[in-house]
Each structure stands twice: as C-alpha cells, then as structure tokens.
C-alpha cells in the first residue's frame, strides 16, 4: 500500500499526519501533545495506528528521547507536502466561493463594447488577478447559442428573446440609437441630421439578419414607417465590414451610433429625425448561478455604468 491510497483510507486522516509531523519536530511525544493541544496518551495511538498499517517502525524509543527511522524520514517528507495540499484546497475552495480564482468567460459585442472592454477587463483583474478572463467577440444571435449552452459567463448584448429572458439577470449598460450612415463624398454628409425618407432613392448595406433579428427588423419597420421599402445590396455579418462598404461608396446604412467607434474614417453619421427607436446593451447571466467570478465582474461592470454611459453619448 502506497501512502497516498493509504492518505484516503479511513485509518489516516489530518490529524494522524499532524501528530506524527509534530512528533518528528520536536522529538518527544509530550512536545508534540503541547503543540497540538492535546494528550500524549492521543498522539500515542495516532503513532501506533499508522505504524501497525503502514507496517513499519516510524520511530525508535527510549526513555530519553524518540529518533525517527529511515522510513519515518521518507513519510515525513510526504505527509508535509499533504498536510500543505490539503490546507491549500480548502484555500482554493474558499477563493473559488468567493470568486477569488477561476476562470471568466465574456462575450461582447465589438462594435457597441469596443470602447470600454478593455478598461472595464483590466478593473477586474486588478481586483482579481487570480481569474483566468477569456474574451469572445459574438453577435446578439451568437451570444444567445453561446448562453443556452452555457459556452460564456456573461453576454454584452441586445435584449434576449422572450423565450429565454426569464432564466437570465440583465442589466441595461447604455441605450443606443438608430442613425444613418453616408460616405464623407454623400450630398447629405453635412447634415446633422435627416428625414429617413430622403434616403429612400439610395442603396442600402444592412447589418445580416441572422446575426441580429431585432436590428434588421427594427431597420425594415422604421423604413416602412417613412413610406418605403430600402433597396438592400449588401447585408454583412459584422458591423465593421458595414462600415467599410459605406466608406468604400457602396451604399448608406442604417445602424446603431457605437459603431462610430469602429474604423470609420470616410463615413459621416447623421441623427434621423422622428426615429426614437432604442437599442439596449445590457450585461446578461444566468439565474442559476454556478461561476462566483460571475458576481465580481457584474459588480465592476455595473459601479461603471454611468461613466460608460457617458462615453457612448
């Protein structure tokens, strides 16, 4: 029998380990009772029960004093590295409940999160450096697969569907709204703002509807609540290929004003008049919380809400 099948037998337990440790130490059964606060006659049995089952001498006795033998020597050598383990899991358990150590796994959308990622991120690691963060660019549609199957920890992202909702906390991080989207050379680039209207004669690049189903339906709605139906050549799966067709001359876009944080030299963005649709970010995770880290970051996340908000005005 090895030590370490015999560690999680019913016979040793901590407390044997710490007598014959304190033993060793001092030399003397008495001295190890007075460190351990206990009796000699308990140390004694503890000795006795782990030489009768590991079948060997730990040590040699005499009436002046207690000499460890060889085999004693090389279970001392053992029992200190478990004695240390075990007092380092129950450590780890503690942190681990605490949210102190892990892992943390966040999803964001790039185009509405780009500009405070990384400092929210960073915030976090400096209150707990021990937290292994993994960091995930998803779409809204990508973000709710990734969620049901529990592959992230917390979502950044548009409102969850109906169906799903009620089994995740969210928060609202900021509002967005809808604008338009010309390249700097467009008649209308100088506007502040327009009527939806006037675009109705343009082609249009809408983000894909597969990636965000309320975006694209919203962006449909809003055109036939001006009197037409968008002419659409283009439908890009992420917001930065949006913005690099307008720059490029493509087309016009309708989309929401984070994505002004992107590359977007060679686009100019315009307020749409009478369009008060609104576009939450909101921090999402599940109800049945199983990740401390979880909390920790929901709680940065949230503390920074406002100079978030700010940012994104």
């Known amino acids: 029998m090895n030590l370490y099948s015999f560690v999680i037998g019913d016979v040793l337990d901590i407390k044997t380990l710490k007598s014959f440790i304190s033993v060793a130490k001092h030399k003397s059964f008495s001295g190890a009772a007075r460190e351990l606060h206990t009796v000699q006659p308990a140390i004694s049995r503890h000795i006795l029960t782990l030489e009768a089952e590991l079948g060997v001498n730990l040590f040699i006795r005499n009436s002046r004093d207690v000499a460890i033998t060889e085999a004693g020597e090389q279970l001392l050598k053992d029992a200190n590295a478990i004695v240390e383990l075990t007092q380092q899991?129950?450590?780890?358990?503690?942190?681990?409940?605490?949210?102190?150590?892990?892992?943390?796994?966040?999803?964001?959308?790039?185009?509405?999160?780009?500009?405070?990622?990384?400092?929210?991120?960073?915030?976090?690691?400096?209150?707990?450096?021990?937290?292994?963060?993994?960091?995930?660019?998803?779409?809204?549609?990508?973000?709710?697969?990734?969620?049901?199957?529990?592959?992230?920890?917390?979502?950044?992202?548009?409102?969850?569907?109906?169906?799903?909702?009620d089994d995740y906390f969210n928060h609202c991080i900021y509002i967005d709204s809808l604008v338009a989207i010309v390249n700097q050379n467009h008649l209308l680039a100088t506007r502040k703002s327009i009527d939806l209207a006037s675009l109705k004669n343009e082609q249009f690049i809408i983000f894909n509807r597969e990636e965000a189903h309320g975006l694209f339906d919203e962006t449909i709605l809003q055109c036939k609540n001006a009197q037409f139906s968008p002419n659409i050549i283009s439908?890009?799966?992420?917001?930065?290929?949006?913005?690099?067709?307008?720059?490029?001359?493509?087309?016009?876009?309708?989309?929401?004003?984070?994505?002004?944080?992107?590359?977007?030299?060679?686009?100019?963005?315009?307020?749409?008049?009478?369009?008060?649709?609104?576009?939450?970010?909101?921090?999402?995770?599940?109800k049945t919380l199983t990740?401390?880290?979880?909390?920790?970051?929901?709680?940065?996340?949230?503390?920074?809400?406002?100079?978030?908000?700010?940012?994104?005005?």
């Open 291 to 313: 990740n401390a880290a979880v909390n920790g970051f929901v709680d940065i996340a949230l503390s920074t809400r406002q100079q978030i908000q700010k940012s994104m005005a």
């Open 89 to 165: 899991a129950k450590t780890n358990v503690k942190r681990a409940q605490s949210g102190q150590i892990g892992s943390l796994t966040i999803a964001h959308l790039s185009s509405a999160c780009l500009s405070f990622m990384a400092a929210l991120v960073r915030s976090y690691k400096e209150k707990y450096p021990h937290v292994h963060v993994t960091l995930i660019e998803m779409t809204a549609t990508e973000q709710i697969e990734a969620l049901k199957n529990e592959r992230i920890d917390v979502a950044f992202s548009r409102p969850l569907p109906n169906s799903i909702k």
């Open 235 to 286: 439908q890009p799966r992420h917001m930065q290929t949006l913005v690099t067709e307008v720059a490029a001359g493509l087309g016009v876009a309708i989309a929401p004003y984070c994505v002004r944080k992107l590359y977007s030299e060679g686009c100019h963005f315009i307020a749409l008049n009478n369009v008060t649709t609104q576009i939450p970010v909101e921090i999402q995770f599940k």
